[in-house]
């Protein structure tokens, strides 16, 4: 089983940005699609971005409320997925947490992202 951690969370003004990085301790080369979610308190896990293997450079698909404002990106070779997240606001605060999509049971620590001034 692929364990996956993730880092790169901290505490961000309104409109500042962050790279979130998810390293595998194994190869991802093989997992069709990768993930990221968040869970605010109070509310359930939400899927943020996704990431589908293929041909020139893969597929993207993220939430209406992220859109245009975070990109999903994989290095297999690297064996890591990342989060660029740009215009940050407060209602994106959340615990960030990588996985496959659809996602298995296995979710990591996850790392903390607070956008506040």
């Known amino acids: 089983q692929v364990q996956l951690v993730e880092s790169g969370g901290g505490l961000v003004q309104p409109g500042g940005s962050l790279r979130l990085s998810c390293a595998a301790s194994?190869?991802?080369?093989?997992?069709?699609?990768m993930g990221w979610y968040r869970q605010a308190p109070g509310k359930q896990r939400e899927l943020v971005a996704r990431?589908?293997?293929?041909?020139?450079?893969?597929?993207?698909h993220y939430a209406d409320s992220v859109k245009g404002r975070f990109t999903i990106s994989r290095d297999n070779a690297k064996n890591t997925v990342y989060l660029q997240m740009n215009s940050l606001k407060p209602e994106d605060t959340a615990v960030y947490y990588c996985n496959r999509w659809p996602p298995d049971e296995y979710w990591g620590q996850g790392t903390q992202v607070t956008v506040s001034s």
């Open positions: 990431h589908i293997s293929g041909g020139s450079g893969g597929n993207t």
């Open positions: 194994g190869s991802i080369a093989n997992i069709y699609a």
